[in-house]
């Protein structure tokens, strides 16, 4: 990618997501405290503008508002047969949540629960008609959305962004697939 384009991209991610200024305070001089060293502080900020970008991209496919969405129909058409409570480990949703979560994804005609065939206790998800049709799109539309958001990033940092953050999400969660 060239700097012109890295710089066009950079500006339309802007357009898209700008500041939000208070208007109440004089925010320029405001003391982070310890939060300016927390990456915590920063991965939970990013988590939540990122989370309000992708929600207006979504809003088409019914997938606004909340989060598991899109990672419960990705990861239930990539693993057709999958069971709740893998999914939830890997969207790090406990079992009250991942409850209502696939409620409303079965009450929105995404997917559907079925008993296993080899343990009647056990429940599988698998998607219906629709869910399968916005699989593609939503691929599309996320990816665009993730290169747009970080166009603020070279290609190079982009890549040790994401080597780092993968780092730390495995050292947390057990058996993460090898990025394609």
């Known amino acids: 990618m060239s700097s012109g384009d890295l710089t066009r991209r950079r500006r339309e991610a802007q357009q898209r997501n700008p500041a939000k200024v208070p208007k109440t305070i004089d925010y320029q001089n405001i003391d982070f405290d310890v939060f300016g060293s927390l990456l915590s502080f ?3 900020s990013v988590n939540i ?5 992708l929600d207006g991209q979504m809003e088409s496919f019914g997938l606004a508002g909340g ?3 899109i990672s419960t129909i990705l990861l239930t058409g990539a693993n057709p047969g999958l069971r709740p409570s893998v999914l939830a480990h890997f969207i790090r949703k406990d079992r009250s949540a991942m409850g209502k979560l696939l409620e409303q994804m079965e009450t929105d005609g995404f997917i559907e629960q079925r008993v296993s065939r080899v343990e009647r206790r056990a429940r599988e ?3 219906t008609d629709k869910g399968r ?3 593609q799109k939503i691929r599309e539309v996320i990816k665009r959305q993730d290169d747009d958001f970080f166009a603020v990033l070279s290609p190079a940092e982009r890549a040790t962004l994401l080597s780092l953050l993968r780092k730390v999400y495995e050292t947390y969660i057990d058996m993460v697939p090898s990025a394609d």
């Open 125 to 127: 998800l698998y998607l």
């Open 42 to 44: 920063y991965i939970r």
């Open 133 to 135: 049709n916005v699989v």
């Open 67 to 69: 989060t598991g969405k």
């Open 49 to 53: 503008v990122v989370s309000k970008d």
